[in-house]
């Protein structure tokens, strides 16, 4: 079963709308979304919880204030800046902690425990369009990178218990951790970009992280009427670099009048935009299918 | 002082607030651009770059010789970045943190320091506004490492130049999102009035209060979504310093790559109060309160 991962680099492209209306328009599949910082999807989607876990990753080194010595070598040693002089004991920014252990194994005093570091929740929900696993990292946590992959293996087993024949993912945005753990291995990546210095800038790097990681990319050009000229130029860098275009739209208020009342836009709306998005999703399938059988 | 213009949700308008502001600020300013996954605010700003340097991280390497295969660094390392396969060790430097445990505890000195590149920093200058700008290598998981040069060549440029500073953070409120706005002396959130802009700015709001500095928000693309924004701003004394209203031209303005506040004298003119709001609420100073209200 294919995994389609929708991603963008530059952020409020149109990703999450975008895999909405996807969604809408894909049968017998899981929906994912891989956005575990800030994630949207549900909004357009209202899912039902089935089962909800919480997600503990690393660990996170904490000092006990009475048995700290105030030494200083765990400061000294630690290459994060995260611990802090206090008045009676040192003590550890857990914004700055990596859960590198350092300290821990240092300290003379033995005053610094290292329990598991409670990073989010994840869960398994259905929605009008199907299963839909998901997940909500806690303010300032880091191993998202983590999470992705272990919502991508809920997304695989819940797939192959259950006979679907897809994976739809919305990716994060950027081209760090959580989107290298979302690519890495995936079938088809689709690109969205928008017509502009941003947009182009960051289509190329996210389409070099494609290739670093060998997975083919195709392209959306969103609200492309914006700058005709510059959605253009996307196109000509599209066919130079052999990557294939899958659809051009246009600007449509109606894509923000639709999230406002929780649809998606194919649900919203029948006109042009859906039509265009309709035939690039048989590409999509086309491209996904293509990359699977060879 | 340090200002950072962060948002919950990407592409809400984080760059064109910051360029505009700097564009208009009154007074020395050093326009930082540490969204280093996908650093744009160079692409409005259109700096002269006048020096550029790569960005690296510590990592160990192995020396076969001197290993007697104890295992202390394998156990230690919490990221999997070096492990004993029989007696054979093996690093994975992609995997690494950084942190010099294995090289700390390894009793044989059979670690030694080895670099992984990270990215570029690069500065330069932009008109009068100062410009710094990080830029992630393609393929490098790790963001906050980076952004750690970047600030400390930003602690050096405003030691020197005794500039304002406007930070372009990244995007979203995890690790690299706090690392970006942790620094600084007031934090700007940029959202635009739609249920996805709302619900990101929430996350970003509950992220960020708990450091305690001052923080405002301004509206982008006023008029295009819902009022969801301007009543959460409300529930929770949240000042809204400025509303940008969605209009094609302005749109337009930023898809040829212009400084937004330059694109019209009204938006100029937004942008100045906009500055003098900001400076005054950094400073918690009644008299520049004043100026503001006369601006």
Known sequence: MPEILIISGKGGTGKTSLTGALAHLAQNKVICDLDVDAPDLHLLLQPQARQIHQFYSGNEAIIGPELCTSCGLCQEKCRFEAIVEGADAFRVDPLKCEGCKLCVTLCPAEAIEFPQRHCGTWQISDTRMGPMVHAQLFPGQENSGRLVALLRQQARELSDENGYELILSDGPPGIGCPVISSLSGTDLAVVVTEPTPSGRHDLERVVELCRHFKVPAGVIINKYDLNPDQGQDIAGYCAREGLELLAQLPFDPAMVQAMVQGKVITEYQQNGLTEELARAWEKIIQMAGRKKAA | ?295
């Open chain 2, 1 to 295: 002082m340090i200002l950072a213009i962060a948002s919950g949700k990407g592409g809400t308008g984080k760059t064109t607030v910051s360029a505009s502001l700097a564009s208009v600020w009154p007074g020395p300013a050093l326009a930082v651009d540490l969204d280093v996954e996908e650093p744009n605010l160079h692409l409005f700003l259109h700096p002269e770059i006048a020096g550029a340097e790569k960005a690296y991280m510590e990592v160990p390497l192995a020396d076969e010789s001197k290993c007697t295969a104890c295992g202390a660094c394998s156990e230690i390392c919490q990221f999997k970045a070096i492990s004993l396969l029989g007696d054979v060790l093996i690093t994975f430097p992609e995997m690494c943190h950084g942190c010099g445990a294995c090289l700390e505890v390894c009793p044989a000195g059979a670690l030694t320091p080895d670099r992984r590149e990270l990215g570029e920093v690069s500065w330069g200058q932009a008109g009068k506004i100062g410009f710094l700008m990080g830029k992630l290598r393609v393929g490098e998981a790790m963001s906050p490492p980076l952004m750690r040069s970047v600030r400390g060549k930003m602690a050096q440029m405003q030691a020197q130049s005794g500039a304002d500073v406007i930070v372009d953070c990244p995007p979203g409120v995890s690790c690299p999102a706090v690392n970006a706005v942790m620094g600084s002396d007031m934090i700007l959130l940029v959202t635009e009035p739609t249920p996805f802009g709302l619900y990101d700015f929430r996350l970003a709001h509950q992220a960020f209060a708990p450091m305690n500095k001052p923080m405002a928000a301004v509206i982008n693309r006023a008029g295009l979504g819902d009022d969801g924004v301007r009543q959460y701003c409300r529930r929770h004394n949240l000042p809204i310093l400025a509303e940008i209203p969605f209009d094609r031209q302005v749109a337009q303005a930023y898809s040829q790559g212009q400084v937004v506040a330059q694109a019209s004298p009204a938006m100029k003119v937004a942008f100045e109060d906009l500055a003098a709001q900001i400076r005054c609420l950094a400073s918690g100073d009644a008299e520049a309160e004043k100026e503001a209200h006369h601006a």
